[in-house]
């Protein structure tokens, strides 16, 4: 069974990237929705577009456990100004 990376973008252009080991249409993460909650008002909260586009497929689970950590640092998603992704933490110099 295909196995993906994703990348979600939110309407103020966060991102989140995470796996899907069923590759389901209708799976959109496992963010954590308070964290994403603080950034919208109730009123933006009524209409809410996001954006789910396929990064990365493979068939082997190691490869995917791989990438999606290796694509969460190269998008810098784990820093809290650019994504919502809270692992791997993210490392202020």
Do not use: H
């Amino acid at each position: 069974m295909k196995k993906v990376i994703y990348k979600i973008t939110y309407p103020n252009g966060k991102i989140y990237i995470g796996k899907d080991l069923t590759n389901s249409i209708n799976y959109f993460g496992s963010a954590n929705s308070k964290l994403i909650e603080l950034d919208f008002s109730e009123q933006e909260r009524k209409s809410f577009t996001i954006t789910k586009e396929i990064l990365f497929e493979s068939e082997d689970i190691s490869t995917i456990n791989k990438k999606e950590v290796e694509l969460i640092l190269k998008f810098n998603s784990n820093n809290p100004k650019i994504g919502y992704n809270q692992w791997p933490k993210f490392k202020t110099e």
